[in-house]
């Protein structure tokens, strides 16, 4: 059993910042990428920025220099700098991560969600 939980989500005005964090929990053996979206209202979820265990980054155009994604493999964690925020951020955060569980097979698994709210 894995589980992800996210923090860091609220409610900052335009040009603040946020930092998400995601932790992983459970039977793991390791894991592989990392990742965070986004769904705003009436959208599709959407990819923000990705980190694989080598490091590698990837980001959604819309937040290329104002986004930093890192990780932690000893402490299991994501993290999502958020930087000169706009109103168009808005949404619900979720983290994702591919994790070999301890019984040698691969599963994707999503956090709860965390909102996220920029005020004009």
């Known amino acids: 059993q894995v589980q992800l939980v996210e923090s860091g989500g609220g409610l900052v005005q335009a040009g603040g910042s946020l930092r998400l964090s995601c932790a992983a929990y459970g039977s793991i053996l390791s894991i592989n990428d990392m990742g965070w979206y986004r769904q705003a209202p009436g959208k599709q979820r959407e990819l923000v920025a990705d980190i694989t265990s080598g490091g590698s980054t990837e980001y959604a155009d819309s937040v290329k220099g104002r986004f930093t994604i890192s990780r932690d493999n000893a402490k299991k964690m994501v993290y999502l700098q958020m930087g000169s925020l706009k109103p168009e951020d808005t949404a619900v955060y979720y983290c994702?991560?591919?994790?070999?569980?301890?019984?040698?097979?691969?599963?994707?698994?999503w956090g709860q969600g965390t909102q996220v709210t920029v005020s004009s």
């Open positions: 994702k991560m591919i994790i070999t569980t301890v019984g040698g097979l691969d599963y994707q698994y």
